[in-house]
């Protein structure tokens, strides 16, 4: 009907007028940022970050170079850790991921089989640098798993219901026989400078 396009709009706009009255926080659409910023939604996501249980050392990272593997612009870089024989760890001794490659996917988080990678709320990251600044290591990488509890409750209700059915306690264990690959098939991080 010749109109009905017209009509359906104004009553969007009319619908979301009336909802920052009513609803503020469902209705608004502009705020006076950075002084004022908008609560995000559970489901926001923005750039990974990696968990531990209690503290930094304990992470549930086990190097298994999955989710570099499946990372579609190859931005994470995970070189295992290696004990005093050389045999490699079930552990990290780099894990980067450029957010400058980063597209905020959450391929990551769906493939890791330990729940040791999820997408944060954090949107507040840019620099005057692209490379180094951009270039975030493991260290700034880490968050206690409390984190990920407080930022998206159902979902960690969720997984960490999965983890109880099957047992899993603190940091996951790799299935028996799959060791992670050995430190020559990883990737190397890329040059900063
Ligand atoms: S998939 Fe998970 S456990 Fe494996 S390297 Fe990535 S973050 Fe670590
Ligand atoms: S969110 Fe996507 S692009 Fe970013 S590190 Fe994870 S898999 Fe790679």
Redesign the pocket.
Known sequence: MFGFGVLKGMSVTLWNFILSYVYPKKGITTVQYPEQKKEVEERFRNFPF?VYEGAPDNMR????????KECPPKCIY?IPEKDAQGRVQKK?ATFDIDYAICMNCGI?EE????D??FMDHEYELAEYERLSSLLYHKEDLLKPVEHFAKIRPTDYGRIEATRAAKGVKGRAQPVAGAPPKPAETQQSPPATS
């Open positions: 990696l990272c086990v190097a298994c170079d999955i989710c570099s995970i990290p990551c493939v890791c089989p330990f040791a990678i």
